[in-house]
């Protein structure tokens, strides 16, 4: 059998988790970084960094966060200092009793994960690092949903560098989309937060377009790759700046080049990779999502996806759908309250859309629509799932 060929040198340059070396237009935010957390480095026993960094999808902050890790101990080491660093994705490990046991366990201490307290897990996370002399960075990605869920571990993360009092131990660094979440904190941790953020900004066209030829020339073989193709895939996810969604159409459209057995990657492939790709939507949102508010989500799209024409429902018509759906799979449905705060959670987390109505027809009631996707995909999306949402 002849070898096929391929326009992939590397695949696996593309996928997300893949922490490239060269990392365009975010080299003064690196910096930064690595400026604010410069005294850590250096006196990692008397000094303790928390910073802030924000910035919409796809602008680079996991990337930044990883790259920053690896920095940071490797320079820390040249001092002589041990610095860790430790990066959670809090819409996964959801309480800060989960990431610390996670913190010790990376740590190589053995923590039981049940049947201790809160403040019998602080002190032995403390004896950990204050025994071992290790200085933790932790970043907590995604920290919003953390705070949603527990408003008060803010403030005990704001805290924790205060807590041992020899020696500095601890640092963080809070990255989410939005600083939003802040609100939801009182003053005092505030006040201890707003000093040191770093904010990036959507990527332009060209920004996204010189990304995609920086991470093209270690994906793709030589030449396989229009730059037509490049520009087009950038052109799409400017409008979201988006640089994961720019690099997942490349990663896409090279399979699609592969597949009709082209040898190089012309903009119709980039362009059915976008068909192929519902912008912006994310499967793993999904997955993340409790049972209700699956239940939920089944609820509207179904709604939605009968009243063919209507682009939106009443909150009471999803509700009403979701109590059915419940009662036919035999489970006990939310009260109103529960119902009412995971359609907002949906909407905060962009996978559905709400707006009050005007004093109309229904008088004044939050209306619920589909943005990015349609019914019908969720549904099928959902569908996979289902088994799961009945279990
Ligand atoms: N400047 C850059 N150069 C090269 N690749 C980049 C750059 N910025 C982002 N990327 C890549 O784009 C993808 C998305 O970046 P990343 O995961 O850091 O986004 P994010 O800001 O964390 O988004 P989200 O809020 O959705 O988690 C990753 O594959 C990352 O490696
Ligand atoms: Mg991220």
Not at 90 to 108: E, V, W
């Amino acid at each position: 059998m002849s070898q096929r060929h391929s326009v992939f040198r590397n695949e696996s340059v593309l996928v997300p988790e893949y922490i490239p070396s060269a990392t365009p237009h975010r080299g003064d935010q690196m910096k930064a970084l690595e400026m604010y957390f410069q005294g850590v480095v250096e006196r990692s026993d008397r000094m303790s960094q928390n910073v802030l960094l924000s910035g919409p999808v796809g602008s680079g902050k996991t990337m930044l966060a990883k790259k920053l890790g690896t920095t940071l101990e490797k320079s820390a080491s040249l001092y002589g200092n041990r610095v860790k660093f430790f990066h959670v994705n809090c819409r996964i490990d959801r309480s800060l009793q989960a990431i610390l046991t996670k913190c010790l366990h990376f740590l190589g201490h053995g923590y039981p994960s049940r049947g201790f307290g809160f403040e019998e897990l602080l002190q032995s996370f403390f004896e950990a690092l204050t025994g071992d002399k290790i200085h933790l960075i932790v970043a907590f990605d995604e920290v919003d949903s953390l705070v949603t869920v527990d408003p008060s571990s803010l403030y005990t993360i704001t805290r924790l560098r205060e807590i041992s009092q020899d020696a500095q131990v601890f640092s963080s660094l809070l990255i989410s989309k939005t600083l939003d979440y802040l609100k939801m904190v009182d003053l005092s941790t505030l006040s201890s937060l707003q000093w040191n953020s770093i904010s990036l900004d959507p990527y332009s066209l060209q920004q996204l377009y010189d990304i995609l030829s920086s991470r093209s020339q270690d994906a793709f073989n030589d030449g396989c790759v229009e730059d037509d193709s490049l520009e087009l895939a950038a052109e799409i996810a400017s409008t979201y700046g988006d640089a994961r969604y720019a690099l997942d159409l490349i990663y896409r459209a090279g399979r699609m080049a592969d597949v009709a057995d082209a040898s190089m990657i012309t903009p119709e492939h980039v362009r059915r990779a976008k068909a192929s790709l519902p912008p912006q939507f994310k499967k793993e949102e999904l997955a993340y999502l409790g049972r209700h508010q699956r239940l939920i989500l089944i609820s509207i799209s179904n709604l939605l996806k009968k009243s063919d024409s209507a682009a939106y429902i009443t909150i009471g018509e999803a509700e009403k759908s979701y109590d059915a759906l419940c009662e036919s799979m035999g489970v006990t449905a939310n009260h109103h309250t529960q119902v009412w705060n995971d359609i907002n959670e949906l909407s905060r987390k962009g996978i559905i859309e709400t707006q009050i109505s005007g004093k109309g027809v229904r008088g004044r009631t939050t209306m619920i629509g589909l943005s990015l996707v349609s019914a019908e995909q969720l549904i099928d999306e959902l569908r996979s799932m289902v088994a799961d949402v009945r279990g």
